[in-house]
């Protein structure tokens, strides 16, 4: 957002071309090491917990040091890819990077394990400001050139590091390491088949950029960049839900305890999601314009169509199936399931260029694929657990919520927009705000949702 007022279209274009690069290649690199900590972690004591945190984390350092050495190695040719020849510049700079970054995966797992997520977030607190910090001051203070954002992320990648290796062993204080009898094979055996799943994800991901760099140039790159986004507090929850329920699902069926008790989890959990995020969804397709407008400034207005077809996947990716088939011991599925879906995203992919001449065509072809993704997942695994579908996907209470958040924002949206309007944009989004929380608040009862069963709890205590 800050970078993209400093930074011209072009400079700004080929610093989020580096993120595409290291985001694509991160997932083949971690070898879904991360996931192993919450699937683990839950059968050892803390002693051996030890041993399993050090053991994985060691692996994750040599794979970031080859990480690093293959951007450097193959800059070149990634920028001839891209067909972009500042690139290969930035990627040798951006090279030492993944070594210091690799090592601090994991931190949500292993905190989530031991239920001290709020370490989770005093981690993130600290690493993201720090991150903003050195990234985006060069740039203000130095010179409005991406190659001083690499040069602060070098900084701070070694910082965060330091805190990093710093905060896996806070669980740990005081305790002996004692040799665990998981060995590396063993780890592998499980995170293969993720990394798998992983790497058909994101060229699943991938493969939107690569269309938009590839056939539309820089200039439509940054506007597709800073548009086809899901709303961040969505991954936020989502990303925190998932991060608690892998270990107790883990634990559940390595006890061979009642199935049961995983469905009862997920629907709390779904639940208390799709409350937080529907509302959410609803305000920012309304108003889509005015945020990209506050958040990247008039020259990025085309973004805004963008943001509002990546807004439609939310309605359906708060249902996170990972953990679930993860636990039922269905990784292969889930991998299957993936590069099925890469390989039809990139084969039609040329079709629908070739069809259609339009960037936007990739972005609402994209979001379609990803919800037939969802739906295939969830049909499987209500059939592993011998359950319906509307077990897992409550169509009825999603669409009773996503009426409530329409009743309430539509009034609001109408009389601030052509009623009562406002000369400033970041006034007429925040009272937008909050006339539309204190309207969800007070028709609540007629939709039969409890707001405040969800929303009190957050304010005492981090559990599900």
Not at 21 to 29: D, E, G, Q
Not at 135 to 142: A, R
Not at 254 to 265: F, M, P
Not at 394 to 420: A, E, V
Request: hydrophobic share 55%; aromatic share 18%.
């Amino acid at each position: 957002m800050i970078l993209s007022r400093y930074l011209g279209k072009e400079d700004y274009g080929t610093y989020r071309q580096i993120l595409y690069v290291y985001n694509t290649l991160l997932i083949i690199f971690s070898a879904g090491l991360p996931k192993v900590f919450s699937y683990y972690l839950p059968r050892y004591d803390l002693a051996m917990g030890k041993d399993v945190v050090f053991k994985i984390t060691k692996v994750l350092f040599y794979s970031g040091a080859i990480f690093s050495i293959f951007l450097f190695t193959f800059s070149g040719a990634i920028s001839n890819i891209l067909k972009n020849p500042q690139l290969a510049l930035g990627l040798k700079w951006f090279s030492p990077i993944p070594m210091f970054l690799l090592p601090s995966l994991g931190i949500e797992g292993i905190f989530s394990t031991y239920n001290r997520t709020k370490y989770v977030a005093f981690y993130n607190i600290i690493t993201r400001s720090l991150l903003l910090l050195f990234v985006v001051l060069p740039v203000i203070v130095i010179s409005t050139n991406y190659i001083y954002a690499i040069y602060g992320w070098i900084i701070i990648s070694f910082i965060s590091l330091i805190i990093a290796l710093f905060f896996k062993n806070i669980p740990f204080k005081g305790i002996k390491s004692v040799q665990s009898h998981l060995s590396l094979k063993d780890v592998f055996q499980y995170s293969i088949p993720i990394a798998y799943a992983s790497i058909a994800g994101i060229a699943i991901k991938a493969a939107d950029q690569f269309f938009i760099s590839r056939y539309y140039g820089t200039t439509i790159f940054a506007e597709f960049s800073n548009g086809f986004f899901e709303i961040p507090f969505v991954g936020m929850i989502t990303g925190a839900t998932s991060a608690v329920l892998m270990p107790k699902f883990s634990k559940i069926n390595y006890d061979k305890a009642d199935k049961s008790e995983i469905i009862t989890l997920w629907s709390n959990a779904l639940k208390k999601s799709v409350v937080l995020i529907y509302p959410m969804v609803i305000f920012c397709l309304f108003y889509s314009k005015i945020i990209i407008n506050i958040l990247f400034t008039d020259a990025y207005a085309n973004s805004s169509k963008y943001f509002t077809t990546a807004m439609i996947l939310n309605f359906f990716n708060v249902i996170i199936f990972a953990p679930l088939l993860f636990s039922l011991g269905k990784s292969k599925f889930y991998a299957q399931l993936f590069f099925g879906t890469a390989i039809c995203k990139w084969l039609l992919g040329f079709l629908i260029i070739a069809l259609f001449h339009n960037p936007i065509s990739i972005a609402i072809f994209s979001v379609l694929v990803s919800i037939i993704t969802t739906f295939i997942a969830l049909s499987y695994s209500s059939k592993l657990i011998g359950v319906s579908f509307l077990t897992l996907f409550p169509i009825r209470k999603l669409i009773i919520i996503s009426l409530h958040s329409l009743f309430s924002i539509l009034p609001i949206f109408i009389i601030l927009k052509f009623l009562i309007p406002l000369n400033s944009l970041v006034y007429e989004i925040l009272i937008a705000i909050i006339c539309y929380l204190f309207f969800l608040y007070i028709t609540a009862k007629l939709f039969r949702i409890d707001y405040k069963s969800v929303f009190l709890p957050l304010l005492i205590s981090t559990k599900i």
